[in-house]
């Protein structure tokens, strides 16, 4: 396979052990290997990182092999938005994966076809490789267009990379309903991601995708998400970081495989009841009442900020 993968590894030699072994199956020209350094806080963070590395360098097929091992921990926002620059840094194109993320083998084919047909099309942003909706929703074409770029198993071109704002200093704008009014049509969604918004460029919530969900939207950029899920998600449990519930709906979602050669939309074009349907089943849902305590609280107090710095004016009557 000519595509280059590119792999996110931390400190689960298990899981990356599954992952890569799917890798390997599919005999990549070039990987770039990007992994964090250890936590200095967690004792038996230095071997599981070591054993994690030892993994991916077993490496027995012709294959160039390029590297970008932190020393010290990033966290997951560092960490993946820094690889990810020398990642595009380094190749026009690429296959992303994480440790967790368990591709089937026809992801690949896929994700390579895709990037071919659309990679002078500047609307086109992302190739993922989840779908959510299971068999509520019975796709003509084997994928569609959507708004929501899912992250877990992906693709991309440096051409949309590069438009990549990690600090997310065009939020909130001038207007921040122009981004999201052009992305979403419903008032209840647009509260919801300025508030996810607002905590990522904060610094509230340690994640990179929410910058680049943001990056898309104000490009007017859609993503691709295929009629089948073409990933699992290994990594729900206690030792993950953003995935720590085990018996989520999402948990070890089986994947399938795709058709090939892939049958195309005739246009590019966003059905918004589906993008609904993924609000609802992907985000909106999965809200623990904590979370949803969070976004009230944060959504009040920008409220009640903005009340105060540009107060009602009492004109002559009232």
């Known amino acids: 396979m000519k595509t280059p993968v590119a792999v996110f590894i931390f400190n689960r030699p298990d899981l990356t052990r599954r992952v890569f072994a799917r890798i390997a199956q599919a005999k990549p020209q070039r990987l770039l290997l ?14 599981l990182v070591a054993a994690t590395r030892k993994v991916v360098e077993q490496v027995d097929w012709p294959c160039e092999v390029l590297r970008n091992y932190s020393d010290t921990n990033l966290g997951c926002r560092n960490r993946v938005s820094s690889g990810l620059d020398w990642v595009f840094e380094s190749v026009e194109e690429a296959i ?32 993922g490789g989840n779908n959510f909706w299971g068999p509520r929703v019975r796709l003509p074409h084997s994928y569609c267009f959507s708004r929501y770029a899912h992250i877990w198993g992906w693709a991309t071109w440096r051409r949309a990379w590069k438009l990549y704002d990690r600090d997310m200093r065009q939020w909130p704008g001038p207007d921040p309903q122009d981004v999201l009014g052009r992305a979403l049509r419903r008032r209840d969604e647009r509260r919801y991601w300025a508030a996810r918004f607002d905590l990522a460029k904060a610094g509230r919530i340690d994640t990179w995708d929410f910058a680049w969900l943001f990056t898309c939207w104000a490009a007017d950029g859609v993503a691709i998400t295929p009629r089948v899920n073409l990933v699992t998600n290994l990594g729900f449990g206690g030792d993950s970081t953003h995935t720590p519930d085990g018996g989520h709906a999402f948990a070890n979602m089986a994947a399938a495989s795709i058709e090939s050669p892939l049958i195309h939309p005739p246009r590019l074009a966003v059905d918004r009841r ?30 009640l900020r903005r009340l105060l710095r540009f107060p009602v004016s009492k004109g002559a009557g009232t």
């Open 34 to 47: 990007v992994a964090d350094g250890p936590r200095a806080d967690r004792i038996d963070d230095a071997a």
């Open 96 to 127: 992303i994966l994480e440790d967790d993320c368990l591709p089937d083998a026809s992801f690949f084919p896929y994700c390579v076809e895709l990037l071919e047909r659309y990679r002078d099309n500047p609307r086109v942003m992302h190739i």
């Open 274 to 303: 589906l993008e609904r349907l993924t609000f609802r089943t992907v985000f909106e849902a999965p809200l623990s009442p904590k979370e949803k305590l969070q976004l009230a609280r944060w959504t009040m107090g920008k409220a």
